[in-house]
């Protein structure tokens, strides 16, 4: 049996509401005295989910005049169920290298091969690739200490550390070591390194845009439209895989009814029944594997 990789969380809202009153201790450096309540944005919304709204692609953030994230290629514009996504590698962001492993990836996939998202062969979606889990609750735990992005899909847990500085050496994982802060009464800002360049494992978006490990990603997640969506505007800068730094963003709006708040369905991905996505096919990333039990 296929074993999945990090350890299963079953989480319900009522349980979520309840993990908000815990102090979660940080295995980081001792913080400075948490900013007043008035400060703080309040994201968790009262057992709220929250719901991607704008497809499985970054956005260009309004007001940008830098290049933006790599989008569909001219003439070969993303339909949902009738075709898949293929890339504009003509975004100069891009290093030669980069762009050589993705013209390889669309000649793939144009020559009718299976494309490849991490999702969906239940690898971690990475950061900030896991924005882009579609249609998925998300819930927000927050304490003075931590905040918590839960994502129903797959279990997939993200730990933002508040107020503290990164590491000296941070390791390198799936989603890094995220600290942050809050601005302004409305936004919680999220920094990101120590992201594992897992190679063709580890694109950032459905366009499989490859990156290193100086991957560095700061999110800047701000409450609008009354409370009722959030908009996640982010930074990316890698040297090695970028040549210059870029924006984008994602909007999440409130979830409604089965994705409003009752409680999770268990996401079992990895060691499921059924493949949905590749069937076994030749030429499909393979699952995860685990070597030895989480536990």
């Known amino acids: 049996m296929k074993a999945r990789i990090s350890q299963r969380l079953v989480f319900s809202a009522g349980l979520a509401a309840g993990l908000i009153c815990l102090n979660v201790g940080s295995h980081l450096r001792a913080q400075p005295a948490a900013e007043p309540a008035s400060a703080i944005p309040d994201f968790s919304s009262h057992q709220m989910t929250w719901v991607l709204i704008n497809g499985t692609a970054y956005f260009k953030v309004p007001g940008d005049t830098g290049p933006g994230p790599v989008v569909d290629m001219p003439g070969h514009e993303y339909i949902p169920d009738v075709n898949t996504r293929v890339a504009d590698t003509s975004n100069p962001i891009l290093q030669p290298w980069a762009r050589k492993v993705m013209d390889d990836a669309n000649a793939k996939v144009l020559a009718g091969g299976l494309p490849y998202y991490p999702t969906s062969r239940c690898w971690p979606g990475g950061v900030p690739g896991l924005l882009l889990f579609p249609g998925e609750p998300v819930f927000f735990i927050q304490t003075p200490t931590e905040v918590w992005i ?38 919680l800002v999220v920094d990101t390194v120590g992201l594992a360049d897992k190679g063709a494992r580890g ?18 997640y701000r409450l609008n439209n009354g409370g009722k969506n959030i908009e996640i505007a982010f930074m990316v800068e890698d040297p090695g895989a970028f040549t210059t730094p870029w924006k984008a963003k994602v909007d999440f709006e409130r979830g409604k009814g089965a994705r409003s708040g009752g409680p999770w369905m268990e996401s079992i991905c990895a060691d499921g029944p059924v493949d949905y996505f590749a069937d076994d096919k030749p030429g499909a990333v393979p699952l995860p594997k685990a070597d030895k039990p989480d536990f």
């Open 150 to 187: 839960l994502y129903q899909r797959d279990s997939q847990v993200r730990r933002v550390y508040l107020n503290v500085p990164h590491s000296k050496k941070p390791p390198f994982s799936w989603y890094g070591e995220s600290v942050g802060h809050y601005e302004n009464g409305d936004t």
């Open 203 to 220: 694109p950032i978006d459905r366009f499989r845009t490859p990156h290193t490990d100086q991957l560095h990603v700061v999110e800047r």
